[in-house]
């Protein structure tokens, strides 16, 4: 899982961060205990208008959720983000319970004090995580750093082969999994509101009433028929702090269409970003 803590891991360790892999959770925990140590105030903000499920980053199945998650407490916000998913933070997720037996923050939802859209904290999107459904490259990254390809192949990754890896992962995903698996689902999420208002993002200009955005070409990222106006309406913040704080995020944007529509199917992907 991907949170807050997980966070750090790519924000303080450099090129040689994959050396721990094989002990992630306590990689985190010691992250999080360098942060408490030399940073003051850490405060997380959790962007949950996409949640993923599955083999990550770059596998996962994208759902709209609608929820941000906010806290002072790394380990809140995580416990809380794994809970809406489906997992017990405490059984389930090694890094949240070291964590939360080591006093670093609270890992017991039971603990937590919700505020702002209580109701959320009570939802389970039941994720099923990512070792049900694991790719080819998942399986062989677990043999490497937990199984049968420990010995033989980890070594090579401390050295100078290391960018084998690189170029293996780039090779499966970008030319295989991309082509034939995930580009379906990325459709998918650009077809949604969230992923239409990304998709346009560069096109939108401020209009004289607060709080909406206005887009004078639109684009569609995929072939699709059009509707004249698109509402983004409310997205309802879940705040899981370690003190009392209040965030309502209301935004509210209207997109008007154009009737031409851009076909992007037969462009390249990098092309339809541009």
């Known amino acids: 899982m991907t949170g807050a803590m997980k966070n750090a891991f790519g924000g303080l360790l450099n090129e040689k961060r994959h050396w721990t892999h094989e002990v992630i959770h306590e990689t985190l925990v010691d992250l999080l205990m360098i ?36 806290s002072a407490d790394q380990v809140a916000i995580d416990a809380m983000s794994a809970s809406l998913m489906g997992f017990k933070p405490l059984d389930e997720i090694k890094f949240i319970r070291l964590s939360h037996d080591m006093g670093l ?32 490259a998942s399986r062989m990254q677990h043999k490497i750093y937990w199984g049968g390809l420990k010995r033989p192949v980890e070594w090579s990754l401390k050295t100078w082969l290391a960018p084998w890896a690189y170029v293996a992962s780039i090779a499966y995903h970008d030319y295989y999994w991309y082509p034939f698996i995930g580009k379906e689902r990325v459709e998918e999420a650009l077809h949604s509101d969230w992923g239409r208002l990304f998709f346009n993002w560069e096109n939108l200009q401020p209009d004289d009433q607060a709080g909406r955005m206005s887009v004078h070409r639109r684009i569609y990222p995929f072939k699709k028929p059009a509707r004249e106006t698109l509402e983004i309406k409310t997205m309802k913040g879940a705040i899981l702090p370690d003190r009392p704080f209040l965030m309502s995020c209301h935004t509210e944007y209207r997109i008007q269409a154009r009737s031409q529509l851009v076909e992007l199917l037969e462009l390249p992907l990098r092309d339809r970003f541009e």
């Open 35 to 70: 942060q408490k140590k030399i940073h003051t105030g850490v405060f997380a903000v959790m962007d949950g208008t996409f949640a993923g499920d599955g083999p990550g980053p770059r596998c996962m199945v994208p759902h709209v959720k609608n929820v941000i998650l906010a």
């Open 105 to 136: 923050g609270v890992g017991d939802p039971k603990e937590i004090e919700v505020v702002g859209d209580p109701d959320v904290a009570g939802e389970n999107w039941h994720f099923v995580g990512p070792y049900q459904k694991m790719t080819f």
